[in-house]
């Protein structure tokens, strides 16, 4: 989850007080209406240290009634924690149906700073995560509200900030062995926090990363993180109330995202005027599907299964970077799963199963124009699912993914990314080409104008699903040569590095 | 969960007929119902090698309209299904919404004969156990029935029939290596299965035990549970079509277990006649409490916690047991925590949260008085909670407990028992016993009214929360004197055993 970030985020003064303005007496209200809705509500805040919990919290709970909240500051274990099981510190801590509970790092400290360190033994990680997912999932479907914000900065900045507390005497004893360490061991620690991420993100409780670079920004994100959060809780069980049906611990309406702050991906950022121009494809991709071809044969030889996932923006260029990736291989050892809605068959079994059909065999390769994430994003947005169906399909899919890594595939999903502009462009190109005409139909159109919604869904899907072991590469697409030699290149570095690692 | 069984279990012909006549054509209907409902059903077979698992598929689809449902034979992996994930082979298996799938062993063999028979990783154990909780999960959100039956036989059982089927040349080849090998290290096989049990018993996907000693008992009990299924998943539907608030894969009505032949645990085969003289009691009461002295001591310095629960019916004898305890332990060094009506601060929380804030401490021991079981007893009973509520408590409790034993405590679970009449006379003597008096209310009476609507509960929770590492403890309590000693005797067993493995 935390490859796909944009920490350069930041935000005006001006824009920082508009929106507190608004987002703080919101805050009072929400508190106030939760209290009255008996739901208790848990706020934890995560991250890399030195990224300003302290601070953020402060901000917090300025708008909090201060009869109304608890600040628990997590530690290492004491002697009398240690002489219980890990979880019961924090079971002892737990908000009543009135209380916000708000813990400055967590039980996740187990399988982060505690790991890092050593306190921490990693044969039983596994253990600790199922713990921590069945504490919550005890929690959240108890009535509680779990509000998981996890706060990123880059270890420069981290370093910056370590040593500006270091070289004041009010601030050193802030800086403690474990952060000189987690910014000595960043990138490691890094990994641990993004297989965390990975392994606790649910439905019943959710991460919200927060771009803490720059404060203001990070302000912003939180209060409107939690507040959206504390609304859904409460449209929820207003839904229960009424009789409506139970989406287990899933929100009851899809707004979410609408604001532009909540989103997390680095969707917006990719540099789309990357070229190549006529010469340096060709040449490059001479050479690139040489090196397919090579690989495809020691691949099928170390028997390792390749699944590749294209998905993209309508005229996105995903056929044309499929082609040129077919092209050097094998025909009899891949296949290309063209992905559309579902038929008869297929609608009525579950709807993963015509995926699981289509898994390939050790040492081949499965190629799926369109996915599974179809379930995210068109049966999203046409409502061709429940809400509760697609929240579920996150953690859905991203179990079905790793299963497929434990077996030992590799798994690259590709987000090919154009601007609505260049969309305009194609479609019309293909309108007025005779030949091309066949591939272009009133229903991209319509789709076009879901532009925005659809924007909100890649940008959540991205962040949810995108894992250490199944990354999406978001291809920077309004340049054809450059993405399709991007594709080709990230296969053949993909393969390499797993021959070298057999 | 295999602790618990009464493996003596019969039916008459007579009765078997009289039963199968109503059984047949009512499972008949329900498979045309589940289909005009679209909803997809998985059956499977699992249980002890020779327990009848083809003989009883066979009856139950005697039943079923042939054109309806599929049965997959599961063998070891061929090589083909050894180069996919473990799951795929079960995946692509899958029925559509208008079939049903019977699996004459299934997904479980990765962690029961092929863990026996070292094909399956024992590292990978919890990655397996997760795939599979995960997968069945994703099918009965996903809309599935899913109806889990485990046929127990006894060792002797099995070798016997082993031997007639090796007698045959007919049959010879159906008795395995890995029969062999499962009934040679019987009781090591029984342990996997029992953690498998243990492991994969959910709200959602739940197991049903069927005593499969007798043919006839466990036909009747296979088609009464799939039935009962069957029907609460039209109930299911039928009421979330009506927009009444969904219980996220739990049945929506209490009537379970209301059939005889569907309980479990062999609570009703107890002996109540068990008894000591005065003389016997006391001469064993001073030696087990002169070494539960010395063992408390020990259990202090290794910093063992323990926990021990009391249950039982209305003057079962509780109280008297707990004294017999605690008069052997120094009182620094144990708490008894009685448990009644949550108070106004514990009503506010989860319903946990009073029992983790007991926890004690390494080293020390802690005795609940009545306990978090009261779930699933007198507030299901009671309906202080929902339905999905106290479903999901026996995994929420199981979860807890595995927390402590994990953390390295002794826990163990007593049950007090003793029949109607004995509790009879003990309320009488209560009533006109004026120092006694206290202990009996009007609130006694009115439980004794609901005794058949306890019994059911009490079974259940008896095969659903006995554990091997926390396991229940039936005590026969009619005599006083034997129910202390067992009582004493059991706790002071199970010191002696864990010190000896420190």
């Not at 009398?80 to 099981?85: L, N």
């Not at 899933?250 to 995202?257: F, L, R, T």
Request: glycine share 4%.
């Amino acid at each position: 989850m935390l490859e796909q970030l944009d920490l350069t985020k930041s935000m005006s003064d001006k824009e920082y007080k508009r929106r507190m303005d608004v987002l703080e007496p919101e805050l009072s209200r929400l508190q106030r209406d939760l209290k009255a809705e008996h739901i208790p509500v848990i706020i934890l805040f995560e991250g890399f240290g030195a990224a300003g919990k302290g601070y953020q919290i402060n901000r917090l709970i300025h708008a909090l009634d201060p009869r109304g909240f608890y600040v628990h500051s997590i530690g290492p274990e004491t002697e009398e924690e240690r002489m219980h099981p890990f979880l019961w510190r924090f079971w002892t801590k737990i908000p009543s149906d009135t209380q916000i509970a708000i813990f400055d790092e967590s039980w996740y400290r187990k399988v982060l700073i505690d790991r890092l360190n050593g306190s921490s033994g990693e044969n039983r990680l596994i253990s600790y995560y199922n713990d921590i997912n069945s504490f919550e999932y005890q929690l959240t479907t108890g009535g509680a509200v779990i509000i998981k914000l996890f706060l990123c900065i880059d270890q420069k900045e981290q370093k910056k900030r370590y040593k500006k507390l270091a070289s004041s005497e009010s601030s050193s004893w802030r800086v403690t062995d474990d952060d000189t360490l987690q910014n000595e061991e960043f990138e490691r620690y890094k990994r641990m926090n993004d297989e965390m991420l990975e392994a606790t993100d649910k439905a019943y409780a959710p991460w919200t990363i927060v771009e803490a670079m720059d404060r203001s920004f990070a302000t912003v994100k939180i209060y409107t993180a939690v507040i959206e959060s504390l609304k859904k809780a409460l449209k929820r069980k207003a839904a229960l109330a009424g009789g409506e049906p139970e989406v287990s611990a899933d929100p009851v309406n899809a707004s979410e995202y609408d604001d532009e702050v909540l989103r997390t991906s680095s969707l917006k950022k990719v540099d789309l005027s990357l070229a190549l121009d006529k010469k340096e494809y060709k040449k490059e991709l001479a050479r690139l599907q040489e090196r397919l071809t090579e690989l495809h044969g020691e691949i099928y030889k170390k028997r390792i299964p390749v699944i590749l996932g294209f998905e993209g923006w309508d005229a996105g260029g995903k056929g044309g970077a499929i082609k040129r990736l077919t092209e050097a291989m094998d025909p009899r050892g891949y296949r290309v799963h063209p992905t559309s809605a579902a038929n008869d068959i297929e609608k009525v079994h579950h709807y993963l199963w015509r995926f699981w059909n289509n898994v390939p065999k050790d040492g081949h390769i499965a190629i799926f124009d369109r996915t599974w994430y179809g379930r995210v994003m068109v049966e999203r947005i046409e409502g061709f699912c429940t809400t509760a169906e697609w929240h579920r399909a996150y953690q859905e899919i991203n179990e079905m993914e790793k299963q497929f890594v434990e077996h030992g595939a590799i798994v690259i999903k590709f987000w090919m990314q154009i601007d609505k502009d260049e969309q305009e462009r194609r479609f019309n190109e293909r309108m007025n080409t005779p030949e091309k005409q066949w591939k272009i139909t009133d229903e991209d159109w319509r789709n076009r104008e879901k532009w925005d919604e659809y924007e909100k869904a890649v940008d959540e899907m991205l962040v949810r699903t995108s894992t250490m072991d199944a990354p999406w590469i978001i291809v920077e697409g309004n340049n054809k040569y450059y993405a399709r030699i991007k594709v080709l290149r990230t296969v053949v570095e993909a393969m390499e590095k797993r021959l070298k690692e057999c």
